[in-house]
């Protein structure tokens, strides 16, 4: 069997890809139509941003009215700020600065990146959503913001990542750095990331630098999306849209998981998971079995975040 | 079976549970006598914490004479403070603290919850001893007080924890994602934790919104006692008193694992565990069978911290 | 099977063992010739790490020509010092402060030390190499040298350990701690280890107080070289030269890992595993069976790094 | 001429001198009477800087409205803070914190020293009203409190003057040391200060190990209250009860400055100046001459601070 | 004599005063020449203010290249800025910012300020041209940008003039608190400043709300212009164009200092000086004589800093 | 008259002047028996330097004991350093970084220059003991070391004035902008400074590029040695040995006081002033005038440090 080819085969991954999404983004000749189209989708992100922005000024302000512990967090963080872009390089410029590398430094950074290439703060928009709507414990999207490590070390490597295909390698990889010491997240910064991303609790998350991960994926902690060895190369795994890939995870090589699957928590995965199909153990198998594999109902686990339904297939303390 | 009820069974946990535990304190009305009792153990447990500060104080005096390097460290963060709660209130402060959450604002926070809540300072005591006792390279009380990220953070969520109980959440999750950052240890501010508690190395445990864990209980880094998806309510596992939870285990939604229970190091555990019964494996298993799973002899292996005894039982190389 | 003694069988460890390394460093009576030899060998790691940051400056400087926002950084860590030791000690010095550890004291310890034992700079030099090599993430030496946090905790727990071995304890201990605040890398300040060493991604990497680990040997993140109880002693995993441990993988109590051996992600280990075979899954099985396991052709897995190829021996999705 | 002797005649100063008041506080042993006389006094001076405090915070809040980008400052200095107490402890503690003197230590001093004696609180509330009503360009309360450096330096001193009384001088000479580097005001600890001071502007102001400076004083920036040699004893100037010292006037010896007198700016003056007269010119010559000096109708020049009303009678621009 | 009134005699500043130009700037309503010639020469200004920037980048580079330990300095500074109002706003966040007042913030502010309107800009550039003509210890212009606290401590102020002037009080008197704090320099944000301003070592300088200062002034450290008392209205010094006020000189109430004119060292001035004449001593005489004072023939003594000239007319020695 | 030339008449300047010194240091061919002399010289004062540490040592010591609050700062600064030059270093380097030079830079740049040159730690000594013998609020050496603005801001000139000779004038002009920023006192790199210098209180001295000042000179705050006007060359004052120059005093352009002679608090001086004679007013005027001036008996009027014993002869307040 061949692991290495390498492009997702066609309906797996239903969203656009991340990498399809930059590249239009980077380099498509738009004709007039689509220009049209493009404008008043983009009127449509600003006027969406501009609204979570609203509510989360509103959270912020009724938090510093209930705790004036807190108010002064509140404020330097979100409340003194004239939008989300400016709020979150702040933050990010203050949580990943050192004594080597100034908060002002990173700010400045941040801020160009975010308003150079609007689609960051539209991916950021969709991943405050993405923790609202699947994480219980996320009580406020001002919470997301300011306190989700796993969402902060996301948008800063969206800002990684942009650098590093402006190939301005040394400084995404110092940023890189930077995230991997502060959230225990690594992100390498080529790795292609998707809009609508969970990374829950976020701690020891690892993925290579040819990693693609689609739209409306949940990772939990402790996940690794891995590489196969030091030869270069497309070497890293390929997440479809919708997938969950539970805690502590290893998903090793260019394997793909296919739109819409599973892979459960503590499982080991060196080979391709079709689409909705559930990959568990270590090594992992296939619910259902390798020839017929149980294909589940849900369209995207990685909102529904079902982690447990598979059980009694699965574990009955057998030895 | 039936994994979503959740009281445990009587004797399953054979100390007061936490979550009693803190009701007794907030809200029992006593007689007399019980105040009197209180009374009473409430000077037993000053008398104990003075004793234990004098110990450490002369550890941490010995070990400035013996290095002057390490001396400035020494003095500030114990022995120039006057008790065992503002040193940890001073050194919590100075750990945690960023620039946009100041030393001073969490000093005064962390010193005034142990201030007026005596029953945080003994937990703090009884984890110094489980460390003292339990981990053979724990040398001394100090070194566990200003080393021990474990220890530190389950200090640092004891106060989360209060904060959550006085409905001051915002405040409580800042605080958690302090401790996350910092500590790489994520516990839920509503996760209630018993006393006498072992977070051996620490790194990567996260503990989720619901779960409740006993007293006595080790736990080695990488555990997760994690959620089963996005709906709310109750869908956390429950620690018995006594157990032992192995590097890297994974459990996952509202099981109960009995007092005095094992779980093996990197075993996927989704399913309840009888109190003094062993977990193992990927999916877990019991030592011994699901249906007549083996008892051992350990009424407490949080304390014996055996990893390893049932090695010969379980794994035998074969394929 | 008796799995507490441990001296590792002739052979084993092709490669000086870095524990009778440091013996031969500190107390053996050498030889006229010996002397002499020594002394060469001095005069050529010396020349090796002058080389290297020639090399390693020249990178610094292209990189900071190319890319001014970064050039403040890497003047400050690398092209304001006259050699490796002090850039790392600065950088290390910067990078594990706290507001209680000032990096004015981390630095002169680092720089003292690294400067009174040569070996430790040598070590450096084969560890910056053998990521180099190795990771093909790793675009540069001076990469390597300021981004890699498994690279500079181990550089951080050659310090500490060196002041274990000086019985300078609390101070070692101390500084283990920072570096597991820091990095999410805890090893031990008494492990010991040897040169050449890549620790991929490094977050959740425990290395207990007995364990030793060879040359040239590759561990990927969240590994485990953890104990089996409170019992003191001798307790912690042998691995030897040229292994190749897996993302995740766990690996408790004395045992010894052979020279060459390769341990898959995810697995769990108890028990030895023979020079240059491959141990995987939960409870760990040796590729090939216990009683004739497969040995593989590589000498030194640590630096081919080769994950994956047996994969279709091990996994083959069948429940 | 001796001006060695230094008891101020009777009726030079008026109110009560700061060291004398200082001595009530510490060891007069009161009768019945004067203990309620006392306590009828300590709780309308615990009701005045309660009003006072609801005030600041009002005119923080309003502030904080009207400015998002100070809001922050304010929340963190003010707004949070349940009293003034502990508001001017955080501020200082923030202020003068070093890397070797942390912030947390600092604010741990100063609440401790303002806690434990209220007539420091009265002191800081008379010093508000002070600049509030003398300095027109003193637009708030909270102004005064966070922005003026001659009030947050009296404040410090006083702290540190408390610490000089109990006999822990080094302490007292390390926070003198700070509040000198920080706000450039160099007041010895030893110094006794009244109340109801205001230091207008404040760079440069020197004051003298045995100063005393009486009561509704205002002195303004650049002037000294010197010492007249290497000798050991009283030789620094006493300043009487409501007088106002120019910009940049320098006062050496054992000097008395009379109740209500004035020293023009520029001054210096060696000898004594007889209460309500008017001392200017370098050297300084009583305004009158010196038989027969012209007495001002102010009594307290220190509140009305007029400067200038003398000068037709001075200056005549005639070389 | 009247010396209340306060509308400068016609001639006494040749140049616009700055009160004039900011009014200017803000509510003329221009014909469309004046449009022409406003666009015209702020064309010249941005070409003026580029090729200063470039020669600071140059000299700047050269200091690197030789001086490796300051070139992280320089880099941060200067080299990574794409131009001087952003390497200023850098500079100055940096120095200015406190615990609870951030780099981030300030710097943000800094940068819309001087962004928003370009005449800070140009008031910047002529002041770095004045401290290089005038000074002759200043050795380049980057040596002035980052090292001359009277030059910072202007900038500064002229910020905080912007934002009193938009009504922003409490935020222009935070800032002002932190230049008083940082560089020894109390300038009241409400004081109005000309361009082409040296304020020589600058330490101790007092500016009050009310005064004024030309353009083409320089003042050396200490100096005062102060007020008269707690009455509020116009009260403080207005220094015409082209002055030169001596070390130390103290300047006190709504007084005029003529255009030209000089102030010597040490001098108490209370009554207005003429164009051109000087004034020296405490009192203040005028050189020549109140009644026909020497007029000298320097028209801009602020440029030519002649501070001694006058020495054989004014001191001999006899008492 | 001219006041342009300046070669000290033989006898001025009694001790080698500091000029000298410093030549000598560097390219005195010395013959065998000068070099026999250096050396036990050498050896003498490192002796003296060592007794003085150890006594240092032993003041540390005894108040850490006395107040634990204090012994952090203590011990960081003092207790844990293994030499006087260390202790300098680390102390300097954190009081004098700041977010863009930071604290390691510094303290390697201090310890380098003290190690590699002897006579910088010889005129540390020299200080310290001037310090604790002229001033009675000097109540130890390491009060001294530890707090006084003017000795630490000397100890760091010094260190600025080797850099400039060794024409590292970017570096030396940083760093001397940092002591002005930091200790409000303003010594220009080139200034040549002996040793046995108090500066007391110290803030706002300013001394210009061309100032020369003896051995075991005394001077006091706000005190200026300034320069003439814009041009180049030699334009600042030159000090004698053993001089006293009082608070506010303004020395300006290239004059000479003389060995022993005293100039009074608040003084302007424009002229020489001869040896042992002494200088007061605005004008300057010479005690017993000009043509016959008295000529005191002390020596060494820097070390009596007496101030005011001139009073009656020169102020009578007649006006």
Not at 43 to 70: C, F, S, V, Y
Not at 113 to 130: E, K, M
Not at 209 to 228: K, Q, R, Y
Not at 267 to 280: C, F, K, N, Q
């Amino acid at each position: 069997m061949d692991n290495r080819r390498r492009m997702p085969p066609a309906g797996e991954l239903r969203h656009q890809s991340p990498s399809n999404d930059n590249q239009a983004t980077d380099n498509q000749s738009q004709s007039a139509e689509a220009a049209a189209a493009a404008a008043i989708a983009a009127a449509a992100a600003d006027a969406e941003a501009a609204g979570l922005w609203t509510q989360i000024k509103a959270e912020a302000r009724r938090d510093a009215e209930a705790e004036p512990a807190l108010a002064s967090y509140l404020y330097s963080t979100i409340l003194s700020h004239s939008s989300l872009e400016r709020s979150i390089s702040f933050h990010l410029g203050n949580k990943l600065c050192s004594s080597t590398l100034l908060s002002t430094l990173l700010y400045d950074l941040f801020l160009n990146t975010f308003t150079s290439d609007p689609s960051l703060r539209n991916a950021t928009v969709a991943d405050l959503r993405a923790a609202r709507v699947r994480d219980p414990a996320c009580i406020s999207f001002s919470h997301c913001l300011l306190n989700y490590k796993g969402f902060l070390a996301i948008q800063a490597h969206r800002v990684s990542h942009k650098l590093w295909t402006q190939s301005r390698k040394p400084l995404a990889l110092a940023l890189h750095s930077r995230i991997s010491d502060v959230f225990a997240v690594d992100i390498h910064p080529a790795a292609k990331i998707g809009k609508g991303i969970l990374l829950d609790h976020a701690t020891g998350v690892v993925v290579g630098e040819t990693a693609v991960i689609g739209n409306n994926v949940s990772i939990l902690h402790h996940v690794t999306l891995g590489g196969t060895g030091k030869a270069c190369g497309d070497r890293h795994p390929k997440i479809g849209d919708g997938c969950l890939i539970g805690a502590g995870a290893t998903i090793l090589g260019n394997v793909l998981i296919g739109a819409g699957a599973k892979v459960g928590a503590g499982s080991v995965v060196l080979i391709d998971v079709p689409p909705r199909a559930t990959a568990v153990g270590n090594p992992a198998r296939l619910v259902g079995g390798k020839e017929k594999p149980t294909i589940h109902d849900e369209e995207c686990p990685g909102e529904s975040m079902d982690h447990t339904s598979f059980i009694s297939e699965w574990s009955d303390y057998i030895i």
